[in-house]
């Protein structure tokens, strides 16, 4: 059965940082590129950065390069997402998704809110 825990969330102030962990079990971890994903109030989710199964490439939205950094650590079965310098448009509920067997897991999110 697969699991995913977020956790790390948090309110920070403007220019603040965060790192949130992904716990993953039920399937094995290290074969599967994994995502972050984030949903603010009234939007889409949209997706964040995505790591590769060795976690030998990495990509990002636009709106996050050069704050966020996505990485894994496959001996945990654990996903990371290290926040820096936070912005109030940040403010979200920020999942991670393992795509496996053609369909999307996710977990229950944990919430970011950035704000003074």
């Known amino acids: 059965q697969v699991h995913l825990v977020e956790s790390g969330g948090g309110l920070v102030q403007p220019g603040g940082s965060l790192r949130l962990s992904c716990a993953a079990s039920g399937f094995i971890f290290s074969r599967y590129t994994m995502s972050w994903y984030r949903q603010a109030p009234g939007k889409e989710r949209e997706l964040v950065a995505s790591?590769?199964?060795?976690?030998?490439?990495?990509t990002y939205a636009d709106s996050v390069k050069g704050r966020f950094t996505i990485s894994r650590d496959n001996a945990k079965n654990t996903l990371y997402l290290q926040m820096n310098s936070l912005k109030p448009e940040d403010t979200a509920v920020y999942y991670c998704k393992a795509p496996i067997s053609y369909r999307d897991y996710w977990g229950q999110g944990t919430q970011v809110t950035v704000s003074s």
């Open positions: 790591i590769t199964s060795a976690g030998g490439s990495t």
